[in-house]
């Protein structure tokens, strides 16, 4: 044993110090020397000595590897810290960039690859960044990269990846508000648009089969069997284009319209074989249409040509041409024969058509037949029409009657002549006929009508006279029937006969009158005179009112007529006078208005004045169209003037605001135009999203809106309605959204809450550390809640989540303390059981591995005596120590201050115990240094 400790390795020294210079010779390139300094960086029981052997090695791999299985908290910390570096530090060359990409794709640590995914050199592979992010499956990792990358591509494929929800629609109207790349911004607005277009496509696509549908049934109400069979071709075509979108919609829903398909299907087939037989007899129908008009077209063409062989060519025809057209009639007469007789008895319609053509061609067949009466008919029918055309029109109403009567025995004598061929006569012929006739019919009707409304004024007129007698309106009666009567005696007599009757009425009745006259005008003149009178004494205090009564006794005095008498010629005198004196006072307000006229002239010319400097202005439009009304209400109440100035002035005034007005109308026609643009800009606030942005574009079109000026009161009445429900509808669509949002707020709000007591609850039920753990994992659902939280709660949440915290570390701390505790007291008992350096009690095996090496591993070296690390340990936990001891004390502690000072650090106490575990078994002698150290960590 003592051989041993002459020969022994330094890196198996028990003081770690020497190990730890050790490993300063030790060389990591040899293999032994690495499998040495491998051993002490996992295996030796200072975290010194393990780090000291970490950093000889220098491996990332064994750091890393380290950072994982080490217990130690000072090794963990040290270890992590180095493989951050070697990560995260660009200017750290322990790692290339080959390797750094190895690790990364390698490493199944979802803490570290949440921090690695963050790098720009990660994030620039994009194949590698999907595969961290599938790693570490957090939302929200997921929604900062695609918020704060730099890589395009890899955002891009993020987004695609996206399913439509809530949160992704947020994310995505984060990303366009954001707007860093034009081409991620339009990669949001497409995945938004696409999945409102898959939103929509189910209801679409319903709603169009359920039309194609309806259509398909529609046709079963048809009776046209093409436009049955045309459609449902067509309409089964689109549904088949349908079909291949069927995929959205449910399972129920596809079953429901396949099965209406076929069902609809066969109702219309239905409908088809019904309409079949009624479709053949209408296609024989129309066949049989067709045929009977191709006859008639060729009869005609036959007819045509015969006919125009008579007509025009009667003295130049030869048998020849008689022959063959003859011939020809008669082969088309057994064709329209042989047709009539297989048409069935229904067949009226068709059968009087053809019996039409018949009549024409035996008609035409007889003409051929009876050519000398033909020619015969032919010069009457021209020597006639000769005979006719060379009279003179009537031109006098005396005339009305003889014109009359020659006419109908000129016509009937023509239909005489040519009854029998009639239908081959030269279109000339009955062409120039026709329109002799006709000259003389308009000649007869003109005359007619000239006397018929002659007759219609003399009736009117009679009526009118005995309106006037009824009236009492007799002077004017008689003057109108002097009139009538010589329009009367011009009349035809027997339009006078006509008139005869209220002739006879009237004329008795003026007769009367002339009787009368006189004896009803000599005591009704003395009357009006006095009426007259009355008036001058006492006028009216309307003047309007007295000008009308002075107005109607002249028109009652003119009534009654003149009588020859002195006495009746005074009275006129004395009438004449009496109105003049009465109608003094409407002459003097007549004058009084005249003069007002006049100022309303002058008044109207200086509103036309100040028009012209206006037009001549160059003022703002607004004060232009302000001034302009002014003017026009302030020329709206001045008064009349004179009427024949009246137009003339108006004139001028329409002439003097024509130009303003139109300066004005321009002006508001370009302000309405301005607030047209910002109603449409309004409207469109309501697509802008997040509506946040919508609201302060609104707000900026309001304070727009004001800086515009007045667009006259049609426009405004318009645009103001419109650009105000366009505002309205933003700031509600945002209280909306403010509502949701608060609504949502308040259900994570509660959900934090639930999670926060839940998390309370097993704080308050944890016993041990791994509970407090258990615990302590809540904390990472809680706080990805809490960032979507309102600050003013989430600061109060925060709170209460920082006092869990604050519990469960001291929590954990407590354990970790009674753990310890419970090591020391099982350690203190195997020393007090230990007897013999050779045999240790078997509780020892309970101990960790640390603390049995302490029990196991010798004294070597220069040690310091039990009683020296007893005094040591007491300093080292700040406890007095006897008496006695005081020298001994003040000389340790100056050698802890050289240490101190010479190597920067101290021992711990748990190292000096294990130093005096290592001295052996107690003594006697030593039983009070036991109670000492055991006081000093049992408590």
């Known amino acids: 044993m003592i051989f041993n ?86 200017t750290n060359t322990r790692l290339n960039e080959q390797d750094k990409l190895s690790f990364v794709r390698q490493c199944k640590d979802v803490k570290l690859l949440e921090k690695l995914v963050f790098l720009p050199w990660v994030q620039s592979d994009t194949r590698l960044a999907e595969t961290l992010l599938t790693k570490i499956s957090k939302p929200v990792v997921l929604e900062k990269i695609i918020l704060e990358s730099s890589n395009d591509e890899l955002q891009n494929r993020l987004m695609d990846k996206l399913s439509d929800e809530a949160t992704s629609r947020k994310l995505l109207a984060k990303v366009i508000k954001k707007g860093r790349a034009e081409a991620v911004n339009q990669k949001a607005r497409d995945i938004l648009q696409k999945w409102d277009l898959q939103q929509q496509l189910p209801i679409s696509i319903e709603k169009d089969t359920t039309m194609l549908l309806s259509r398909l049934l529609a046709l079963k109400e048809q009776t046209d069997l093409r436009i049955i069979t045309v459609q449902q071709e067509l309409l089964t075509a689109q549904y088949a284009e349908l079909c291949e979108q069927f995929s959205c919609l449910a399972e129920s829903k596809k079953r429901e319209f396949e099965q209406k398909f ?233 339009q006078q006969d006509k008139l005869n009757k209220l002739h006879s009425q009237i004329k008795q009745q003026i007769e ?84 007002l006229r006049a100022q309303n002239l002058q008044d ?14 160059t003022g703002e439009l607004s004060q232009l169209s302000k001034q302009l009304t002014t003017l026009q209400q302030k020329w709206r109440k001045t008064g009349e003037v004179e009427f024949s100035l009246r137009n003339d002035l108006y004139a001028k005034f329409q002439s003097a605001i024509l130009p303003l007005k139109e300066k004005v109308s321009a002006f508001y026609q370009s302000n309405a135009e301005q607030k ?64 949701q949002q608060k609504s949502q707020q308040i259900q994570q709000i509660v959900s934090l809450k639930e999670k ?13 550390k791994a509970e ?59 020393m007090s059981k230990w007897q013999t350096p050779d045999e240790l009690p078997a509780e020892h095996e309970e101990l960790s591995n640390t603390w049995q090496a302490a029990f196991n591993q010798s004294a070597q070296g220069p040690m310091l005596t039990r009683h020296e690390l007893t005094v040591m340990l007491e300093i080292l936990k700040e406890q007095a120590s006897p008496n006695v001891d005081n020298a001994l004390r003040q000389h340790l502690q100056l050698q802890l201050m050289a240490k101190k000072l010479q190597d920067g650090d101290l021992e711990q106490a748990d190292d000096l115990l294990k130093k005096w575990i290592s001295l052996g078994p107690l003594t006697t002698n030593e039983q009070s240094y036991f109670e000492r150290v055991q006081s000093l960590f049992i408590y």
């Open 5 to 90: 400790r002459f020969f022994r390795s330094k890196h198996l020294d028990p003081n770690p110090h020497v190990r730890i210079k050790a490993i300063e010779k030790l060389n990591s390139e040899l293999s032994a020397e690495k499998s040495v300094l491998h051993e002490l960086a996992f295996n030796d029981p200072d975290a010194g000595v393990s780090l000291a052997a970490l950093q000889k090695l220098d491996s990332f791999t064994l750091w890393y590897k380290m950072s994982e299985i080490s217990k130690d908290e000072r090794v963990l910390k040290k270890s992590q810290q180095i493989v951050e570096q070697s990560l995260f530090d660009p």
């Open 262 to 494: 076929s069902e609809i299907s066969q109702r219309v087939n239905n409908t088809i074989e019904l309409l079949k037989p009624q479709w053949q007899e209408e296609q024989a129908a129309q066949l049989l249409s067709k045929n009977i008009n191709d006859l008639q077209s060729r009869s005609r063409e036959v007819l045509d040509a015969a006919n125009a062989l008579l007509r025009e060519h009667m003295l130049e025809i030869t048998n020849d041409q008689v022959e063959s057209t003859t011939e020809e009639l008669n082969h088309l007469y057994d064709s329209v024969k042989q047709t009539l007789r297989s048409l069935q008895a229904d067949k009226s319609v068709e059968k009087r058509r053809l019996e039409l053509i018949i009549e024409q061609i035996i008609q035409c067949q007889e003409s051929l037949a009876n050519l000398p009466g033909f020619m015969l008919c032919l010069g009457h029918s021209q020597e006639l029409l000769q005979q006719f055309s060379a009279l003179k029109l009537p031109d006098d109403v005396s005339q009305i009657d003889a014109a009359e009567q020659y006419l109908r025995e000129v016509k009937h004598q023509w239909r005489e002549i040519t009854q029998r061929f009639n239908k081959n006569l030269p279109a000339e012929l009955l062409s120039a006929w026709q329109q002799v006739v006709h000259d003389w019919q308009d000649a007869i009707k003109n005359l007619s009508e000239q006397v018929n409304q002659e007759v219609a004024r003399c009736r009117n007129k009679y009526r009118a006279i005995e309106g006037l007698i009824n009236q009492g309106r007799f002077r004017l009666a008689i003057d109108v029937y002097s009139k009538v009567l010589v329009w009367y005696e011009k009349l035809p007599e027997k």
């Open 512 to 595: 009367n009158l002339k009787d009368w006259q006189e004896y009803i005008a000599a005591p009704r003149k003395p009357a009006l005179l006095s009426e007259a009178e009355q008036l001058v004494l006492a006028p009216l205090s309307d003047i309007e009112e007295q000008a009308k009564a002075i107005k109607v006794l002249r028109q009652q005095w003119n009534s009654l007529g003149v009588i020859d008498s002195e006495s009746d010629a005074a009275l006129n005198v004395a009438f004449d006078e009496t109105l003049e004196k009465a109608f003094a006072p409407c002459r003097a307000h007549y004058e009084q208005q005249q003069l």
């Open 604 to 617: 109207k010319n200086a509103i036309l004045l100040e028009l012209g400097q206006l037009n001549e202005s």
């Open 676 to 739: 047209g643009v910002l109603v449409k800009k309004a409207q469109q606030c309501l697509e802008i999203t997040p509506i946040e942005d919508g609201i302060n574009q609104i707000k900026l079109l309001q304070q727009q809106w004001k800086s515009i000026q007045h667009a006259g009161k049609k426009a405004e009445a318009v645009l103001w309605p419109a650009f105000k429900e366009a505002c309205d509808k933003v700031f509600a669509l945002r209280n909306a959204q403010f509502e």
């Open 756 to 768: 926060l007591a839940a998390m309370q609850r097993a704080v308050e039920q944890a016993q041990n």
């Open 772 to 830: 407090f753990e258990q615990a302590s994992a809540l904390k990472a659902d809680i706080t990805d809640l809490l960032t979507s939280v309102a600050s003013k709660e989430r600061h109060a949440l925060e709170r209460q989540l920082q006092g869990l915290e604050q519990q469960i570390s001291q929590g954990i701390a407590k354990q970790e303390s009674s753990l310890v505790q419970r090591q020391y007291v099982s350690v203190f008992k195997v």
